[in-house]
């Protein structure tokens, strides 16, 4: 009884502990409006704003966001709102909110009456100086995804994490922090979903069960206490809401989907001109060539080596004249020269950061001492942008965003830089906002391509993310996977990572391995350091090469299905690469760290990708359901583990049934020829459907053609779009999984022979039947 009623009078008292933190105190009042309520404490007052789908915004005390950083309009619902002796309850469409009143701690419910987020009872909210905090209540089943690029699990239960952007060569399965750190995380407890994103661009920092199963928790050095809850209940609304709140990707260019080839560096110009001509003359499909920091005239941005790049115009318009788009290397880093263009402009118009007493900051990097412009402004943010479109209109198709942690040789900036402390972790996600504002104002017709190291909450906005300097080892293959699922799940779609390496060099088994795994990554470059051996798919000998070759090829006999998946992730916020649970969020081994480094693609495709050294068998785990297996034609009964053959010759995939996978024939390149002859594996066992979305690739409002398809039952329902715009399709040819030649079929009433498991016939829409 008498340790109860200290408990309640700790409570009760404004509690300054654990380094002098003060919690939100007791209830004073509250004021009542359409879509919230104020509560006013014995210290600070509690904001809550409802929004559409279940969405919190929850606000301690006064809070001044930075104009640059923008988040959408959500839509406001109504609310209403009742008090009882102990407490407010606030009801919302979809759930309700209860305020305890003494202390002031409250929970987020579901209409059903789970508890989405609970305050810690003795914590909750709270603050040291301009330290901000938020602690909530962890129950035993929390797991725990996203933050962005984070080593580890992708179930990050029981890891401490900090946001602080940092350039980390050759990082390791526990470094931390990476490149792009992004405030937002989701969790399912009791088989139902939740999110948390804390807007606060100061350094943070993520407490996910570490050390203690009491709690998680989260909070920053300084800014704002202003965080938005999201109520789920599945992990796929959870990524939809927030990314209608941070935005969703605009479509990049379909070439971006291409196999992209890059090493440090690629010059002089023949070495260039080399690489291109092998790929040609190997048939090994390609649609990206990269420009390193070799290429410009003493690592200076915006320039061209006089010498090694005599003349890059032309060079660039023989690249396209080969089906190749090339991408360069552009660095934050302007150098201190007399003379140097962008040096003069940006110091005369006022671009560069400076120091607290207005001297303008120097730091070293490639060219030696740099200035750095402060992308806080939306001038130096329109002056960058127009550099980068001068090079476009040269003939440079795409843009590579490195070293915007921002990097320094001595690792950061020092905090008498003005407004670093709140810059620092935005600093890339603001690079890449103004090189795509710049792009689309030079020409708002055609899609800008962007790929940044560094980024932060709705970099996915404006740039595809990579994740960094990794290296040559089985351990970063697997990181490898961990990561892309981890981006995915932090909003951002459009991710991969450096095939084969970065540091260090892969043996020809590794170097095959990682083709194949990345062949189904929405963002697919071979990249290596200086100074290694060549690491371009024939530099391993004739095997390799082959299969290297075959793995790119699979990555183009699925193009209709990528770039509809990319559509799809547009428009939706979902992910293309996707852990299994994703789709069987009530499938518990889907969860298991054996698991793990199982993806989906889409919501059709199941990848194993081999991980260890001399493995030829592999272990998959399918859920419920029918599997087929396209290699060996095999159909499996999932809700088990099933062996595998995994030679070094294949990746271990699956169609899942009810799937509707569109395919065409190998090109060079993404655009070489139009889609005249349509392929569609069809895996009965389940209803399903699928919207296969074409377009010209290029430009921002082209016209979308989807063709429809809808299996039910032993019926296929082909829905074309009508002849006439970008509709090129000609001919139609169908694979019905398990079906054998000889089999009776049918389209459209008429007798359709097969013919090697394929069916064959002019396009048009109609009704397949077997």
């Not at 009078?9 to 009042?29: H, I, Q, V």
């Not at 509690?46 to 005390?61: M, N, R």
């Not at 104002?441 to 970099?459: C, H, M, Q, S, Y």
């Not at 690491?535 to 209709?560: N, V």
Request: net charge neutral.
């Amino acid at each position: 009884m008498k340790r109860r009623i200290l408990l309640v009078l700790l409570l009760l008292t404004e509690l300054t502990l654990a380094d002098n933190y003060t919690f939100l105190g007791s209830y004073r009042g509250h004021q009542g409006q359409k879509s919230g309520v104020t509560v006013e404490t014995t210290n600070r007052t509690l904001a809550l704003s409802f929004y559409q789908g279940g969405v919190v915004k929850v606000q301690i005390g006064e809070a001044k966001a930075p104009s640059y950083l923008e988040l959408s309009e959500l839509s406001p619902v109504s609310v209403n709102t009742r008090e009882t002796a102990h407490k407010l309850i606030v009801e919302f469409p979809g759930g309700r909110a209860e305020i305890a009143k003494n202390p002031v701690r409250f929970s987020l419910l579901r209409e059903d009456g789970s508890v989405a987020l609970a305050d810690d009872p003795g914590f909750g909210h709270g603050w040291d100086g301009k330290e901000v905090r938020v602690w909530k209540t962890l129950n035993e089943d929390h797991r725990f995804f996203g933050l962005g690029e984070k080593t580890g699990d992708v179930d990050k239960r029981g890891r401490f994490f900090t946001n602080w952007n940092a350039d980390t060569p050759a990082y390791r399965n526990d470094t931390d922090p990476l490149y792009c750190g992004i405030p937002f995380f989701s969790g399912i407890s009791q088989g139902k979903a939740f999110g948390i994103f804390f807007p606060n661009s100061y350094r943070s920092t993520f407490n996910l069960g570490a050390g203690n199963k009491r709690l998680f928790s989260f909070g920053a050095e300084d800014g704002d206490l202003v965080y938005y809850a999201f109520t789920g209940p599945s992990m796929k609304e959870v990524i939809r809401q927030y990314t209608q709140l941070t935005g969703r990707m605009p479509l990049p260019p379909k070439w971006a989907l291409g196999y992209q080839q890059c090493r440090w560096s690629y010059s002089p110009e023949y070495e260039v001109r080399d690489i291109a001509k092998e790929f040609r003359q190997r048939r090994i499909p390609a649609d990206v060539l990269y420009f390193d920091i070799h290429y410009m005239d003493a690592y200076k941005v915006f320039t061209w080596h006089p010498q090694r790049f005599p003349n890059p115009t032309q060079l660039l318009s023989d690249l396209q004249r080969q089906g190749f788009k090339a991408v360069t290397i552009i660095d934050p880093g302007v150098k201190v020269e007399k003379g140097y263009p962008a040096y003069e402009e940006g110091v005369a118009q006022g671009h560069f950061l400076k120091f607290l007493d207005g001297e303008l900051f120097q730091g070293q990097v490639w060219p030696g001492w740099c200035h750095f412009p402060d992308f806080r402004k939306a001038a130096t943010r329109a002056w960058w942008g127009a550099k980068n479109a001068a090079l476009r209109e040269m003939g440079v198709d795409g843009f590579w965003n490195d070293m915007n942690e921002p990097a320094l040789w001595g690792k950061e900036m020092p905090f008498t830089v003005e407004g670093i402390k709140s810059l620092h972790n935005v600093f890339g996600l603001l690079m890449a906002r103004a090189t795509y504002e710049g792009l689309i104002k030079d020409n708002p017709e055609l899609r800008p391509f962007i790929v940044t190291r560094a980024g932060w909450a709705g970099i996915q906005r404006f740039a595809a993310v990579w994740t960094g300097d990794n290296s040559a080892s089985y351990d970063d293959l697997a990181l490898s996977v961990r990561t892309n699922i981890g981006l995915g799940l932090s909003g951002v779609p459009f991710v991969g990572c450096d095939v084969g390496g970065f540091v260090g060099r892969p043996d020809p088994e590794l170097y095959v391995r990682w083709m194949q795994a990345a062949a189904l990554s929405p963002f697919m470059r071979s990249h290596t350091v200086q100074d290694t051996p060549d690491q371009e798919p024939w530099s391993f000998g004739e095997e390799t090469e082959r299969r290297c070759r075959e793995a790119i090829e699979l990555r183009y006999k699925l193009m209709p299905y990528l770039y509809s998946e990319l559509h799809h992730a547009c428009r939706t916020g979902l992910p293309m690469y996707r852990p299994v649970w994703l789709e069987f969020p009530a499938d518990r081994t889907a969860y298991q760290n054996d698991y793990q480094h199982q993806f989906m693609l889409g919501d059709s495709l199941l990848a194993a990708p081999v991980l260890r050294q001399g493995q030829r068998f592999q272990k998959v785990y399918l859920p419920q359901g029918k599997w087929f297996e396209p290699t060996g034609e095999k159909v499996y009964q999932g809700g088990s583990t099933v062996l595998v053959e995994a030679s070094l010759d294949q990746l271990p995939l699956f169609y899942r049934a009810g799937s509707i996978v569109p395919t065409r024939e190998v090109q060079q390149f993404v655009d070489q020829s139009p889609l005249e002859t349509l392929e569609l594996t069809v895996v009965p066992g389940a209803d399903g459907r699928y919207e296969m979305i074409t377009d010209d690739g290029l430009t921002r409002n082209a016209i979308q053609r989807t063709s429809r398809f809808t299996l039910r039952g032993n019926r296929l329902s082909v829905e074309l779009p009508q002849a006439g715009g970008n509709s090129t399709i000609r001919r139609l040819k169908i694979r019905v999984a398990g079906l054998s030649d000889g089999a009776e079929v049918t389209f459209n009433g008429r007798q359709a022979e097969v013919e090697e498991g394929w069916v064959i016939f002019t396009a048009d829409s109609g009704l397949l039947s077997w």
